[in-house]
């Protein structure tokens, strides 16, 4: 089993790295403009890494998916659902700091906000996984079935994720980091809050994968 | 072997290699070390306590569900057959195969004639009927007919594609003393112009392989 | 409460949210631990061997 | 081909022996039918709303009955001589066209009826009829491929609500979105963008399940 979880030098680093940016997103930068409240404005720098890593979750989901039906390697199942279940965290974790952002910009917590809309249905779609995931009693059965499920879902999580809310108007700021409305100062702590929240990601999903290799010799014994 | 017309050309000299077969589900090991070799001609008998795993080797041997471990050739002269393409020589009779109760047995033979691209015609379909003794049955629905009537249906099921290999898990379960013997002309037949392999634990049977493979230790 | 006490809680729900699933996660962990060291990795009991033995082939001769 | 046609015309001489679709569908129409008329009365409602609703009561019929095509197959055990007859794409494509052909009957049945206890003007009948058959389309292919799914796992029935449901996200607001133009009379050309999303979203669903679908019938 390849290491768990990160060295100790990588630890630092992603202690240190989140610590600074945090730092920098309260002292670091000024209020920004454009925004009803400006200095919360600053809830972006942890609302939009977040909900990228629920998206890069649902995609190594999908990827392993693709690699446990080609070889049948129960290695690449432990993966597809480590994946899922990070993407299903952060996508929780999404929608939380969604909703808080949602009430301090425009009051409402909850307004059916096309992009709130598409991250629920998204936990709908792999809560269904997780589903049926538990409804398959038979180890090979159990990741065939849920990796066509995986692959089957990637086509409404990308519809959810990047069609949905474009088609419909959206009071979302999201497009502000792409067409570069953010200041400088802003796009360097946004970009690091970024790398530091990806590499937050890796740490725990290899924890994760360790948690599933463990669990599936322990449950080959408990079989009998 | 009469080609049917029109239906894929079906091969006559098909050879079965098994080597260092195993199965098991988690932790539970049904067998293992099993291997054979069978040319047409020869017929192999497969027995064991009940649950040693008869049922799942001839599954696996039907290319319907994986080996833990070890490997399964069928060959057509020298070439290998793609796991995909296994159906079509294979014809099984097995009391977990179910019909359409819905349909009529002519229904029946007609619908898994035609999804196996073959072209049979009522006639022929009445004589396999008429082989396996239920030549007035024909109208019937399948979920009318007796514990009996089905094996023979799943007889007549098994050999409409004229199978090269035919595996029989416990063929004569059910049946009547005619039914016994229809069963064993089938499996005479088979023996004379393909492989045969049958499951069972009756011990007359037991009798008839070339071979013997005994599960269960 | 003020702009800034809201990106404090954003903050910290994220951070409660991690927290809760690693500390799963390690109970995960020992939980498989304690099991692997109760039942170490003995070996899954082997399957019967199969035995194949010449038949007499009398089918066909009735 | 000929295959998935064998398929397809066994599938509907057996739902047309023992009905066990029809019915679930015909009651689940009906009874859906005289609740959102009895809830609308005689006020007129906008186009969106109506188009919604439209689109609701399509889904819950399709979820009600397209199952039944594999678990059928899995609960009588038919699905052993299936598998050992049949290519696993020819099953697909033959499940496929009958869950197609029995939502499509379905809505031309259901539709018109809707729009009739809805008093709804239909301004561009054809586009209508265009969004209802590449919806039927999206519906029934997801439906295909999760109901293969399920029959395959435990608590059969109760799981496909669950897992067809979110897939169908994309299909219903497209689907809606055109039907809101078509009531409203809107030209073919003012659609297109939900009319190219329900085409493509068919077509990848058709594909991606021909490609996985052996993985899930065979073991």
């Known amino acids: 089993m390849e290491r768990i979880g990160l060295s100790t030098g990588w630890r630092i680093v992603c202690g240190a790295w989140m610590a600074g940016v945090i730092a920098a997103a309260f002292i670091g930068v000024g209020p920004a403009a454009g925004f009803r409240e400006p200095e919360a404005a600053r809830i972006l720098f942890f609302h939009v890494p977040v909900a990228w890593l629920a998206v890069l979750g649902f995609l190594g989901a999908t990827f392993h998916a693709v690699r446990y039906l080609r070889r049948r390697n129960p290695a690449a199942d432990i993966r597809a659902v480590a994946s899922a279940e990070m993407g299903f965290l952060f996508c929780v974790l999404a929608t939380l700091s969604g909703a808080l952002f949602a009430r301090v910009q425009w009051g409402a917590a909850w307004n059916w906000d096309p992009r709130q809309t598409s991250i629920v249905a998204l936990l709908l779609v792999y809560a269904a996984y997780f589903t049926l995931r538990s409804a398959v009693a038979e180890p090979e059965r159990r990741a ?10 990637t086509l409404p999580m990308l519809f959810l994720v990047f069609i949905l809310p474009r088609v419909v108007e ?11 409305g953010m200041s400088p100062d802003y796009r360097v702590v946004f970009f690091a809050a970024l790398g530091a929240f990806t590499l937050l990601y890796l740490w725990i999903y290899r924890l994760r994968v360790a948690v599933g290799e463990l669990e599936r010799v322990a449950c080959r014994h408990s079989m009998k | 072997m009469r080609s049917p017309d029109g239906g894929p050309e079906v091969p006559a000299e098909v050879f079965l290699a098994v080597r260092d077969l195993a199965k098991s589900f988690g932790r539970l090991g049904l067998f293992r070390g099993v ?183 | 409460m003020s702009p800034l006490h809201e990106v404090m809680v954003v903050v910290l729900v994220i951070w409660a949210g991690l927290f809760a699933y690693l500390w799963r996660l390690d109970t995960r962990i020992r939980e498989g631990a304690r099991q692997q060291r109760e039942a170490p990795g003995d070996q899954p009991d082997d399957a019967p061997e199969a035995v194949l033995e010449p038949g007499p082939g009398r089918l066909g001769e009735e | ?42 006020q007129a409602l906008p186009a969106s709303v109506v ?52 939502l499509g009957a ?19 009948p054809g586009l209508l009829a265009l969004v209802l058959l590449l919806g039927c389309i999206g519906l029934a292919a997801a439906s295909t491929i999760v109901a293969a799914i399920i029959a395959r796992a435990a608590a059969r029935g109760a799981l496909f609500g669950g897992l067809a449901f979110p897939l169908l996200l994309p299909v219903l607001i497209a689907a809606t979105g055109g039907t809101t133009r078509a009531l409203e009379g809107a030209p073919l050309g003012a659609a297109w963008a939900e009319l190219r999303l329900l085409l493509s979203f068919g077509v990848v669903m058709i594909t991606a399940s021909l490609l996985l679908f052996e993985h899930v019938w065979n073991e």
Not at chain 1, 170 to 180: C, I, Q, Y
Not at chain 2, 129 to 151: K, W
Not at chain 4, 16 to 42: E, K, Q, W
């Open chain 1, 144 to 153: 065939a079935l849920s990796a066509v499920y995986a692959i089957v879902a």
């Open chain 1, 170 to 180: 959206s009071l979302h700021p999201a497009d502000t980091v792409r067409s570069g």
């Open chain 4, 106 to 124: 379905m809505a031309l049945v259901v539709a018109p009826l809707f729009l009739a206890v809805m008093q709804a003007r239909v301004g561009n």
């Open chain 2, 35 to 217: 291997s054979f070799e069978l040319s047409p001609g020869e017929a192999l008998v497969v027995t064991g306590r009940n649950g040693s795993g008869k049922s799942t080797l001839v599954r696996i041997l039907c290319g319907l569900l994986r080996p833990t471990r070890g490997s399964i050739e069928y060959r057509v002269g020298e070439r290998l057959v793609p796991g995909r393409d296994v159906k079509r020589l294979v014809g099984l009779v097995s009391p977990d195969l179910v019909l359409y109760e819905e349909l009529t047995l002519l229904e029946n033979l007609r619908f898994f004639a035609r999804v196996r691209g073959l072209r049979r015609s009522d006639m022929e379909l009445q004589t396999l009927l008429t082989q396996v003794g239920l030549e007035s049955e024909g109208a019937r629905r399948a979920g009318t007919l007796s514990t009996g009537m089905r094996q023979r249906l799943r007889f007549a099921h098994a050999l409409l594609h004229e199978p090269p290999v035919l595996l029989l898990d416990e063929p004569t379960a059910n049946l009547d003393d005619a039914g016994v013997a229809m069963a064993r002309a089938c499996m005479a037949r088979q023996r004379s112009r393909g492989i045969l392999v049958v499951a069972t634990n009756n011990r007359e049977e037991l009798e008839l392989g070339d071979q013997i493979l005994r599960l269960g230790g």
């Open chain 4, 51 to 102: 188009a919604a609703l439209l689109w609701v009561v399509l889904l819950f019929t399709a979820v009600a009955s397209l199952s039944r095509v594999f678990l059928r197959e899995e609960e009588t055990g038919t699905a052993l001589a299936l598998r050992l007859a049949v290519e696993p794409e020819h099953v697909y494509l033959g499940k496929l066209l009958f869950n197609v052909v029995l």
């Open chain 4, 1 to 42: 081909m000929a295959e998935a046609g064998a398929v397809f015309l066994k599938d509907l001489q057996q739902e047309l022996r023992n009905r066990y679709a029809l019915n679930a569908m015909a009651l689940f129409a009906i009874t859906t039918l005289v609740v959102v008329g009895f809830a609308v009365g005689s």
